[in-house]
Nanobody, 125 residues
């Protein structure tokens, strides 16, 4: 089992920044590909960003390219999501997830084996 706990969410104004953290425990974190997803009220959970186990490959949803950055610190068993120039439409619960098989498509929810409980991000205008 891999246990994931997100933190860093909160209320921020339009144009502001937040850094989300996802701390992992229970198994060897460095062997997992990691991803961030989000879910707004009444909407499907959608892909935000992903990083391979090695950190050598990243992927982003088109709407997040250039504004969000995913990175990981394997020594701290933590993956981060730096979010800049936030917009009201970024308001959602943000979830981190881990996939055992790094060959799976990183933007698919079904590729992930473990999920955190989520952290709320609210962008106010």
């Amino acid at each position: 089992q891999l246990h994931l706990v997100e933190s860093g969410g909160g209320l921020v104004q339009v144009g502001g920044s937040l850094r989300l953290s996802c701390a992992a425990s229970g198994r060897t974190f460095s062997s997992f590909g990691m991803g961030w997803f989000r879910q707004a009220p009444g909407k499907e959970r959608e892909f935000v960003a992903a990083m391979s186990a090695s950190g050598g490959h990243t992927a982003y949803a088109d709407s997040e390219k250039g504004r969000f950055t995913i990175f990981r610190d394997n020594a701290k068993n933590t993956v981060y999501l730096q979010m800049n120039r936030l917009k009201p439409e970024d308001t959602a619960v943000y979830y981190c997830a881990a996939r055992v098989d790094n060959t799976r498509e990183p933007s698919w929810r079904g590729s992930y084996d473990y999920w955190g409980q989520g952290t709320q991000v609210t962008v106010s205008s």
